[in-house]
């Protein structure tokens, strides 16, 4: 395996970088009065910065590492996950649901659900998603480690303990405020350091038509159709023909609706990022800023992976096998890194490696100022602390964030199970996510929704993931944590098996959505509601006045941006159909 050589300058580049980061938290230190600027940022930040911050919260190794991946892996199909899995449900956010988060005044999305339903149900879900974080926070230092110990030959358990010294010094020093402009940094950063390789890489292979041909034979060879890597729609029709092992009803469905919606509208990770811009107006505009650039990143993510499988298929064998082993299969996360060490020369090699210590970075910080916010405010605050200074909420902050971060590390070892990073993640959402969004679909839209069916709800569809996960395992996949548990323990043959594990986790989400909604119209009609329309307004759509935007230009409003963002997306899932 290629290993990447950093020269002088790249390491210069690199240490540079870490200064900055480190510098943005100090410098932000002495603003940090008070839980409010730690934790919110004291809602003072404006939309432009809160954009970029809301799609580099996202843009963490899981997106970098986990889109390059399943590019290789899955091809074109990959792009779903931006043209279909984000931009519809970031439009949503924006438009729909924005004015109920920021409007409400709620510190967290868990506060807000004990605002519209009850104290209970914001328990379940702050626990649960104070769970997903971290487990998040730790798959991107599983990959930072992997990544350096791959190519730079540093020891994994060295490289944990940089990866979660740093993130540990800036987030702890400033706060929410200081991931946000480390974000918009290291958003910069990531899009200067991974554009040159693209088009060296793109230039190399002979450009789109070239790689078309060069991408038949690793379709052919698996025993699909010539252009099942290159063609995003049209081999669809049955979870057989491609090797997502999805057809289109899994996809639109599971990813389209569930896991998309159920990630953008809900996840507090990036929702915290609108909710400290300056005002009800930049906080709408905040996903419609990043859903701009979001389109345009599959040139950037997916690309890579689909030239490095073709390149790997033509005879240049740059990518390693898993443990070496070729019968275990190619690792699929090493694409990105792999092409950095073959196309970028010094001083350049220093830019996108950096790039992609950034994404690291980003990705974990979100998720350490998510679970710092959400631990303090609606487990400790809430259940173990109540009525305590603001300062000393303060310093539970910072002090969550150390536990935080240990926590990651413990999950890290477990993420290295995993071979494609998106696979566990889209697990992990479909678990949380998926039911949580069932939720707050009925909350927001149906004042009928009672704090009973919401829990029980959430219950249910985590319960009904967790039942179909154990019964379910996609092909070649060993029983354990990616699923046949249970079938395995009552000694039967698993009833739902999938070709792939990607297929299987939109089932998952699908039957963790449908349960959850199902079960909580049955019993919100069975129970009496506790809360009346006057305190439901502001909570509820039909019971909120709607925002005025007569003041804006017609082209910043956002039901007119949110228009135009969906006439491109559709526009790009045309081309590539």
């Known amino acids: 395996m290629q290993s990447i050589q950093l020269s002088g300058i790249d390491y210069v580049i690199l240490l540079v970088y870490f200064g900055f980061v480190i510098g943005i938290g100090w410098v932000l230190k002495r603003y940090m009065k008070g839980s409010a600027d730690f934790f919110l940022s004291g809602r003072s930040i404006p939309a432009w910065v809160t954009g970029l911050a809301f799609i580099s919260a996202n ?84 990959l930072f480690a992997l990544l350096l110990g791959k190519l730079l030959n540093w020891d994994y358990n060295y490289c944990i303990a940089i990866s979660a010294a740093i993130v540990l010094v800036y987030i702890f020093l400033g706060g929410l405020t200081s991931a946000i402009y480390n974000e918009v940094l290291q958003f910069f950063m990531i899009v200067l350091g991974f554009s040159p390789l693209v088009f060296l890489a793109f230039k190399d292979v002979g450009g789109w038509a070239a790689l078309k041909q060069k991408l038949i034979p690793v379709a052919t060879n698996a025993h699909y159709a010539a252009g099942t890597w290159t063609e995003s729609w049209k081999h669809m029709g049955s979870p057989l023909d491609n090797p997502m092992g999805v057809g289109w009803f899994g996809m639109v469905m599971g990813l389209g609706f569930v896991l998309s919606f159920g990630y953008w509208c809900t996840d507090f990770l990036v929702v915290q990022r609108a909710m400290a811009a300056n005002s009800m107006s930049a906080a709408r505009r905040t996903p419609l800023i990043a859903a701009i650039p979001k389109m345009l990143f599959p040139a950037l993510v997916i690309l890579p992976g689909m030239i490095a499988i073709a390149m790997f298929q033509a005879g240049d064998h740059f990518l390693p096998y898993v443990d070496n082993n070729p019968a275990k299969g190619i690792e699929y996360n090493m694409a990105i890194p792999m092409l950095l060490a073959k196309y970028l020369p010094a001083g350049i090699l220093g830019i996108g490696f950096t790039a992609l210590m950034a994404s690291f970075m980003s990705g974990m910080a979100g998720n350490i100022t ?208």
């Open 370 to 577: 998510a679970f710092n916010t959400v631990w303090t405010y609606d487990i400790y605050q809430s259940y173990i602390a109540p009525n305590k200074t603001d300062t000393h909420y303060l310093w539970m902050g910072r002090w969550a964030t150390v536990v935080g971060v240990l926590i990651s590390v413990g999950a890290a070892y477990v993420s290295a199970q995993f071979h494609n990073a998106m696979d566990m993640l889209q697990l992990v959402f479909g678990f949380i996510n998926a039911p949580l969004f069932a939720t707050f679909l009925l909350g927001m839209f149906w004042r009928r929704t009672t704090g009973h069916g919401a829990f029980i709800g959430l219950l249910s569809g985590t319960g009904g993931a967790a039942v179909f996960h154990g019964l379910s395992l996609a092909k070649g996949a060993e029983i354990g944590i990616k699923g046949g548990w249970l079938a395995d323990g009552l000694h039967m043959k698993i009833p739902y098996e999938f070709t792939s594990g990607m297929g299987q986790n939109f089932w998952i989400a699908i039957v963790a959505w449908t349960t959850c909604f199902a079960v909580t119209i049955l019993v919100s009609l069975a129970t009496a509601r506790t809360k009346t329309d006057a305190e439901l307004t502001g909570l509820v759509y039909s019971l909120t006045p709607k925002p005025k935007t007569d003041h804006e230009p017609w082209y910043l409003r956002p039901v007119t941006l949110g228009i135009l963002i969906l006439a491109a997306t559709a526009l790009l899932n045309f081309i590539f159909l």
């Open 59 to 142: 843009l963490g190794a899981q997106e970098v590492i986990g889109m390059a991946a399943s590019g290789a892996q899955y091809g074109i199909m990959t792009s779903h996950f931006y043209w279909l899995g984000a931009i519809p449900a970031m439009v949503f956010l924006a438009i729909f649901m924005m004015p109920f988060y920021y409007g409400s005044k709620a510190r967290s999305v868990p506060e807000y659900l004990k605002m519209r339903f009850d104290e209970k149900t914001r328990g379940f879900n702050a626990i649960s998603f104070a769970v997903m974080t971290v487990f998040s926070s730790g798959l991107s230092m599983h």
